[in-house]
Nanobody
């Protein structure tokens, strides 16, 4: 099992920045990829960004390319999401996710085995 604990959400004005962190514990040697998803009220959980744990390759949703950056610290078993130029439409609960094995896809909730508790990000206009 892998446990994920998120931190760093909050309230920010449009154009501002926030950084989310997600610390993994437990059987972290099994990590293959980690990702961030977000879910706004009444909407589905959407892919934001993902990173391969071994290669560091990154993947982004079109809506956040150029504004968000996903990164990892292997020694700390932690993944980060740096969010810049935030917009009101970025308001959502952000979830950290981890996968313990190979998959061809990084983009769907069913590609991941473990989930964090969620962190609220609110962007005011």
């Amino acid at each position: 099992q892998v446990q994920l604990v998120e931190s760093g959400g909050g309230l920010v004005q449009a154009g501002g920045s926030l950084r989310l962190s997600c610390a993994a514990s437990g059987r972290t040697f099994r990590l293959y990829a980690m990702a961030w998803f977000r879910q706004a009220p009444g909407k589905e959980r959407d892919f934001v960004a993902a990173i391969s744990w071994s290669t560091g390759n990154t993947y982004y949703a079109d809506s956040v390319k150029g504004r968000f950056t996903i990164s990892r610290d292997n020694a700390k078993n932690t993944v980060y999401l740096q969010m810049n130029s935030l917009k009101p439409e970025d308001t959502a609960v952000y979830y950290c996710a981890a996968r313990g094995g190979y998959s061809v896809s990084y983009y769907y909730p069913h590609d991941y085995d473990y989930w964090g508790q969620g962190s609220q990000v609110t962007v005011s206009s």
